[in-house]
């Protein structure tokens, strides 16, 4: 088949619950010329059956004989794409349907760009949206790659976003040295930094993208990690020449990253409050079902 001009992968590991909707959301792109590479982590639920049951041409299934650690998975998923121009979408993340048509006409158009995000949701388990129009503040529009560091920095969490939400290139992923093992619950934060030292960054003010926020989601299970991470890449970015991180910028961190623990905390805790009420309301609809 012809290379197309972007490859949207999906890593999989048992993610039956809402990997139907994931695919769906990327087959319902306006942006045609792409292909969606599944990449099915030796899973033990049915993820694989629910793969095969679509019959697009632009789908390509791929199996691992015996189950990867998620960033090896997700290099994997990056190495079998075809396409200049990479999207990873995790298997309970969805895309608006036109995520694409403003993402790659910008990259085509502008060799300088390295990174390309919009703003996105955050839903719960039904889909519903918990935090609307999330991320990017400061961040809009062009931006260097010293403006985003500092930006990042002050913030003290990711004012960039998740995968879903951003656009790369393939030629910088692997020069930058893919996902890494050692930032397993920042890897996209990080990745997304090393990724601007190869080119600028464009922030898109629209919604393009939905986050989900789980029970049983890694971020939701791991926010210590998260925020002992997220400290040790403000110090890196602190000492990079690259970036040029000023002393100020750090103190501001330092301070602020506790507040971002606390935002994250917040988005955790209300989806958790969202299924306690779907789970509750189910058993009342059964309850009420049996008494019939």
Same mark, same amino acid.
């Given at each position: 088949m012809?290379?197309?001009s972007?490859s949207?992968?999906?890593?999989v590991?048992?993610?039956e619950?809402f990997?139907a *909707?994931?695919?769906? !959301?990327? @087959?319902d +792109?306006?942006?045609r010329?792409?292909?969606? %590479?599944? =990449?099915?982590? $030796?899973?033990?639920?049915?993820?694989?059956d629910?793969?095969r049951?679509f019959?697009d041409?632009r789908?390509?299934? *791929?199996?691992?004989? !015996?189950? @990867?650690? +998620?960033?090896?998975?997700?290099?994997r998923? %990056?190495? =079998?794409?075809? $396409?200049?121009?990479i999207?990873l979408?995790?298997?309970?993340?969805?895309?608006?349907?036109?995520?694409?048509e403003?993402?790659v006409?910008p990259m085509?158009?502008?060799?300088?760009?390295a990174v390309v995000?919009?703003?996105?949701?955050?839903i719960?388990e039904?889909?519903?949206?918990?935090?609307?129009?999330?991320?990017?503040?400061g961040?809009?529009?062009?931006?260097?790659s010293?403006?985003?560091a500092?930006?990042?920095?002050r913030?003290?969490?990711?004012?960039?976003?998740?995968?879903?939400?951003?656009?790369?290139?393939r030629e910088?992923?692997?020069?930058a040295?893919?996902?890494?093992?050692?930032?397993?619950?920042?890897m996209?934060?990080d990745?997304?930094?090393?990724?601007?030292?190869?080119?600028?960054?464009l922030?898109l003010?629209e919604?393009?993208?939905?986050?989900?926020?789980?029970r049983?989601?890694?971020?939701a299970?791991?926010?210590?990690?998260?925020y002992?991470?997220q400290?040790?890449?403000?110090e890196?970015?602190?000492?990079?020449a690259?970036?040029?991180?000023?002393?100020?910028?750090?103190?501001?961190?330092?301070?602020?990253?506790?507040?971002g623990?606390?935002r994250?905390?917040a988005?955790?805790?209300?989806?958790?409050?969202?299924?306690?009420?779907?789970?509750?309301?189910?058993?009342?609809?059964?309850a009420?079902?049996?008494?019939d």
């Amino acid at each position: 088949m012809p290379q197309p001009s972007v490859s949207v992968c999906i890593p999989v590991y048992n993610g039956e619950r809402f990997l139907a *909707e994931t695919i769906r !959301s990327v @087959l319902d +792109q306006t942006y045609r010329d792409f292909e969606l %590479v599944l =990449l099915e982590n $030796a899973s033990t639920d049915a993820s694989f059956d629910i793969m095969r049951s679509f019959s697009d041409p632009r789908i390509r299934i *791929e199996r691992n004989p !015996s189950t @990867l650690s +998620q960033p090896d998975n997700w290099n994997r998923a %990056v190495e =079998l794409c075809r $396409a200049p121009l990479i999207k990873l979408v995790c298997a309970d993340d969805l895309l608006h349907p036109r995520c694409l048509e403003f993402q790659v006409g910008p990259m085509e158009a502008d060799p300088g760009l390295a990174v390309v995000a919009a703003r996105r949701h955050m839903i719960d388990e039904q889909s519903r949206v918990i935090v609307p129009r999330r991320g990017l503040a400061g961040l809009l529009g062009v931006r260097t790659s010293v403006e985003v560091a500092r930006r990042v920095v002050r913030n003290g969490a990711n004012p960039i976003g998740e995968p879903g939400n951003v656009l790369f290139r393939r030629e910088h992923f692997f020069a930058a040295g893919g996902w890494r093992e050692d930032r397993r619950f920042i890897m996209d934060l990080d990745l997304w930094m090393r990724l601007l030292q190869y080119g600028e960054f464009l922030g898109l003010p629209e919604t393009l993208a939905a986050f989900r926020i789980g029970r049983g989601s890694v971020s939701a299970e791991n926010e210590q990690e998260i925020y002992d991470e997220q400290r040790l890449l403000i110090e890196e970015l602190g000492e990079s020449a690259h970036f040029q991180v000023r002393g100020l910028d750090l103190q501001v961190g330092r301070l602020l990253a506790p507040a971002g623990r606390a935002r994250r905390q917040a988005l955790f805790a209300i989806s958790k409050l969202s299924a306690r009420r779907d789970d509750r309301k189910q058993s009342e609809s059964m309850a009420a079902g049996a008494s019939d």
